[in-house]
């Protein structure tokens, strides 16, 4: 639900299509926030929110770029958004220089019916729960992307990707 409150805050998602009826439901496919990630934890006693953006004159060298997944097999919108970043790629999409890339968040999952590409899964119907087979799966394809582990994997994207989706954000560090 936090997503679609940001979502119609930064007027990614229009008020009046949010009624009782879609919330906490993966669907309709384009009713989502496509610049928000948010996150529940209760085990929190409070309310935490960090806001990244980029903003001209600001000073340093690190830079915010975000995506929308297709899937959790979407590893052409992570290199993609890498190299929008100027991140230097290798030929096969992978980061050239781990060092580049300061951090990345991502926010993943699989469709309602389990399919992956439309091919069938054992996520939801193996003896693990959903979220550990998730968040191998993504880590895999970041760590081989990236060249390392540094970046915070979260599952259950209701509201935050299409169904079946993910979003990424990636802070990279600027070549002087």
Avoid at 56 to 66: M, P, Q
């Amino acid at each position: 639900m936090g997503a679609l409150g940001a979502g119609i805050a930064l007027r990614d998602i229009d008020a009046a299509r949010v009624t009782d009826a879609v919330i906490g439901v993966d669907g309709p496919a384009d009713l989502y926030a496509r610049r928000v990630m948010t996150i529940a934890a209760p085990e929190s006693d409070r309310i935490e929110a960090i806001a990244l953006g980029n903003r001209a004159g600001a000073g340093g060298d690190l830079v915010v770029t975000s995506t929308v997944m297709a899937d959790i097999l979407d590893g052409a919108a992570i290199s993609c958004m890498l190299a929008e970043s100027g991140v230097a790629l290798t030929r096969w999409g992978g980061v050239s220089d781990p060092g580049d890339v300061a951090a990345l968040l991502i926010k993943t999952g699989v469709a309602p019916d389990g399919r992956v590409r439309g091919q069938r899964t054992t996520i939801y119907g193996g003896v693990a729960p959903p979220e550990t087979h998730i968040r191998a799966a993504s880590s895999g394809m970041l760590g081989a992307i990236l060249g390392h582990t540094r970046f915070f994997n979260s599952g259950d994207p209701i509201h935050h990707a299409p169904p079946g989706g993910g979003v990424a954000a990636v802070i990279v560090r600027m070549r002087k």
